[in-house]
């Protein structure tokens, strides 16, 4: 049974600090995402990694910045928290890539910034 | 990049109806669509999936239809029950096969 965890369920955080999410799956698979889900707008991909140390932009990398030191780990950075961050957060992880096999997701953190 | 529309954003039904989610989208060499489910407060799951090679998949209460050259899939879920009530995302695979597109989501709520 494949597992995908993230660090945090809840987080707040101010304007301008340095945030953290992390996530780890447990399967070896191959490619890891992140994206975020606001209302009305559907989940919309920040960046993806297809092996360690690789990263491709995603849809709406602007203000983020990821790390793949580790297969089973994915990190999500955002330099500088802005209010327009607030979301929820999902990671996934596919075993094939992204756009021909089933991507199975994290519980998601709600990241508040204030 | 890929445009994924999805509609109608909310529906309601009642118990045992069926309910229709549409989704088009614009790349033509798309060729995987899958569905998520997500419940109240859960992660998205995947609930069906369909490859360009075929025009339906079933899976009990739950089929998917594809007509690639109007660009547009659909689910449908027969006999629909409570626990069908959710979000529901399509998806287009694009930008080559590493990652999907995916729609804004419709909230289906089932009443008893």
């Known amino acids: 049974d494949v597992k995908v965890t993230q660090s945090s369920r809840y987080l707040v955080k101010r304007t301008g600090e340095k945030v953290f999410l992390e996530c780890v799956q447990d399967m070896d698979h191959e490619n890891m995402f992140w994206y975020r889900q606001d209302p009305g707008l559907g989940l919309r991909l920040i960046y993806f990694?297809?092996?360690?140390?690789?990263?491709e932009k995603g849809d709406i990398p602007e203000g983020y910045s990821v790390s793949r030191e580790k297969k089973e780990r994915f990190s999500l950075i955002l330099e500088s928290a802005s209010t327009n961050q607030t979301s929820m957060y999902l990671c996934?992880?596919?075993?094939?890539?992204?756009?021909?096999?089933?991507?199975?997701f994290g519980p998601g953190t709600r990241l508040t910034v204030t | 990049g890929e445009n994924v529309e999805q509609h109608p954003s909310t529906l309601s039904v009642q118990e045992g109806d069926s309910a229709v989610i549409k989704c088009t989208y614009s790349?033509?060499?798309?060729?995987?669509f899958p569905w998520y489910k997500q419940e109240l407060g859960k992660r998205p799951q995947l609930i069906i999936d369909?490859?360009?090679?075929?025009g339906e998949k079933k899976d009990q209460r739950i089929a998917v239809t594809l007509n690639k050259t109007a660009k547009h899939f659909s689910l449908h879920i027969t006999e629909t029950q409570p626990e069908d009530s959710a979000v529901y995302f399509c998806a287009v695979n694009s930008g080559g096969y590493q990652k999907v597109t995916f729609g804004i989501g419709t909230k289906l709520q089932v009443i008893p």
């Open positions: 369909i490859r360009s090679n075929v």
């Open positions: 990694s297809y092996d360690v140390k690789m990263k």
């Open positions: 996934a992880s596919s075993q094939n890539g992204g756009g021909t096999d089933e991507q199975y």
């Open positions: 790349d033509s060499a798309s060729n995987y």
